[in-house]
């Protein structure tokens, strides 16, 4: 039986949603091994200009323990 742990991390882009998305799942596998999937809880844009500048997610991030 496996055991898995929740964490909740935000991560950015300045080129799409997506490119937000992997980044963060990319990063989180760095510490967090076992990722086994992960919910887009928000998103969110910061504008300039009339455009937008930044895409931003906030995850929660599933990951199995070890034994």
Do not use: P
């Amino acid at each position: 039986m496996s055991v898995a742990k929740v964490t909740e991390i935000t991560a950015a882009s300045t080129t799409s949603i997506e490119d937000a998305i992997s980044t963060g799942i990319a990063r989180a596998d760095k510490t967090l091994k076992g990722i086994k999937g992960a919910w887009v809880q928000q998103i969110t844009v910061e504008c300039d200009g009339g455009k937008v500048s930044e895409w931003r997610v906030n995850m929660k991030v599933s990951f199995v323990l070890n034994d």
